[in-house]
């Protein structure tokens, strides 16, 4: 079994849907957990960090469930610019720093 | 300003040639990180560092090796081990449960 796993995409959606991305990790130790946008042939750039309280960027809302050990990105009245691969990342699993990225989940939007 | 740098951004490497792939940060981070990208893939783990001098191996770690003689650099080598080198290399720091920062990328061709 991966250690970050999502799904496998790709999103094509119009613009002003709701898209869901969702997200496990295998490591219960883990410690943290965001999620990063990338888009083609560039380096992945954060999009927001994920908490347990879940939190709200405009547009985009993150929740985190350790007992499910699941993740998830809400995307609301998705825009052209939305069109990247979103990747769910999971750090500091049993007190180690390390960083461990999901395959990632393209989504594309179309007019 | 702080920042992580990669260098260079385009690499060619000659069949059974070393090559060194430079990743330098002024963030005061303590973990440093290599990944790989092919074509359409999610990040792959090469190596990861948590403190000065200390490196560990993470899940493609074959035909690469690393060095952490400077808290600021993280330098990878390419050997002529590594069969399939042609990638987008990425580097990545962070403090302990924090997002992670990366440098651009470094695009390595095999000719």
């Known amino acids: 079994r991966k250690e970050v796993e999502q799904d496998p995409g790709p999103f094509n959606v119009p613009e002003g849907a709701t898209v869901a991305f969702n997200c496990t990790y295998s490591?219960?130790?883990?410690?943290?957990f965001f999620w990063y946008r990338q888009d083609c042939r560039k380096e992945p750039k954060l999009l927001m960090s994920?908490?347990?309280s879940g939190n709200e960027d405009g547009r985009f809302t993150a929740q985190l469930n350790r007992a499910s050990q699941y993740i998830s990105l809400l995307i609301r009245d998705s825009k052209l610019s939305d069109s990247a691969t979103y990747l769910c990342?999971?750090?500091?699993?049993?007190?180690?720093?390390?960083?461990?990225f999901g395959a990632g989940t393209r989504l594309a939007v179309h007019p | 300003d702080g920042g992580i740098t990669q260098s260079p951004k385009y690499l060619f490497r000659k069949e059974g040639q070393n090559v060194t792939l430079s990743c330098e940060q002024n963030l005061n981070h303590d973990a440093m990180y290599w990944y790989r990208q092919d074509p359409g893939q999610g990040l792959r783990l090469i190596y990861y560092?948590?403190?000065?001098?200390?490196?560990q191996k993470g899940d493609i770690a074959e035909g690469y090796s690393v060095s952490r003689e400077k808290k600021e650099s993280f330098p990878l080598t390419v050997t002529s081990a590594q069969k399939n080198p042609t990638a987008f290399y990425l580097c990545a720091s962070t403090r302990m449960n924090t997002e992670a920062f990366f440098g651009q990328g470094t695009r390595l061709t095999v000719v």
């Open positions: 490591n219960s130790a883990s410690q943290s």
């Open positions: 990342v999971v750090n500091g699993q049993g007190g180690y720093n390390k960083l461990i």
């Open positions: 994920v908490y347990s």
């Open positions: 560092s948590q403190i000065v001098n200390d490196f």
